[in-house]
């Protein structure tokens, strides 16, 4: 590509937005590539060195269990309340007192796991996934497709949420390792773990089952209940959406054992190319 007559021609360039680094022009328009100006195989930069992972990850092993915990008792609380309207539409029960306390379970439940992955994600995850996408460039790593700050903004914007972390923890993982290739864009070529690519589709997928579930749940209450052919054709809506709740909780369960293994492994590899960087540095 030679770009448009008029504009400069394809390549690295002072970036515009911020002139400590560059980002690549492809003959019409900037990318989302950005790099720091580097010569040599590694960065030696005593006041910015890389930052160690091990103590974050554990921190966010820990929570990330806390997280699948908390997912188990809102599928405990789903099935509760799955069989007592189960019961209900049997005509053999529950009583109003008892199907009250098992939807007030069952809204408590729910509110932990938002809790739970607020508390997860903007304390223990983010800021491990942010250190862990910054210590490429500090360990040297050239042609980063995207600024730091987007480890953590990507997981805010609407749209780029889907897909922008996916692309920042594939090269997180094809950059770690100790024997990835630095000073050019071969290290682009590696290809990112199964385990990531596991982990985000089931991540995602989770999200779009308790999203539905959700509409279906909410579908269900705005029913009118003026007879009882009414109430039960809402009640096994309602219990449908309560079962596809389920469902998203125990694919969330997988998805935070996947990423407690994405976690515990970006660690290891990061943890093993600091090691000898120093040791290459000694």
């Known amino acids: 590509m030679t770009g448009t007559p008029g504009l400069p021609p394809e390549g690295w360039y002072p970036d515009p937005e911020d002139a ?15 790099r720091e100006p580097q010569v040599g195989h590694r960065i030696e930069r005593a006041s910015d060195p890389p930052k160690a992972l091990a103590v974050m990850s554990k921190i966010v ?29 049997d005509r053999t029960g529950p009583t109003p007192l008892e199907l ?3 939807q007030d ?77 630095v000073g050019h864009r071969a290290w682009h070529e590696r290809p990112a773990g199964m385990v990531v690519h596991w982990w985000w589709g089931l991540f995602l997928l989770a999200g ?16 009118p209940l003026n007879t009882r052919t009414q109430v039960d054709e809402a ?9 596809m709740d389920v469902v998203g909780s125990l694919i969330s369960v997988v998805a935070a054992m996947l990423a407690i293994i994405v976690v515990r492994k970006i660690t290891a590899m990061q943890t093993e190319t600091i090691e000898k960087a120093q040791a290459d540095g000694a």
């Open 100 to 102: 009250e306390e098992a």
């Open 20 to 34: 400590s680094g560059e980002r690549y022009w492809d003959g019409e328009r900037w990318s989302d590539e950005y």
């Open 208 to 223: 779009f089952v308790v999203g539905g579930a959700g509409n279906v749940i909410a579908t269900a209450n705005n029913k």
């Open 105 to 181: 379970r069952v809204d408590a439940a729910g509110i932990a796991v938002g809790l739970s992955y607020l508390a997860v994600g903007l304390l223990c995850f983010i800021p491990w996934f942010h250190r862990a996408y910054s210590n490429l460039r500090r360990l040297g790593v050239q042609h980063l497709r995207y600024k730091p700050g987007w480890a953590i903004g990507a997981w805010f914007i609407p749209i780029f949420n889907l897909f922008r972390p996916k692309q920042i923890a594939n090269d997180i993982w094809r950059a770690s390792p100790p024997d990835a290739t």
């Open 235 to 243: 009640l096994e809506l309602e219990r449908a959406g309560y079962t």
């Open 61 to 89: 092993i820990a929570g990330l269990l806390i997280g699948a915990l908390v997912e188990v008792n809102n599928i405990a609380a789903d099935l509760n309340y799955i069989s007592l309207v189960g019961d209900q539409l």
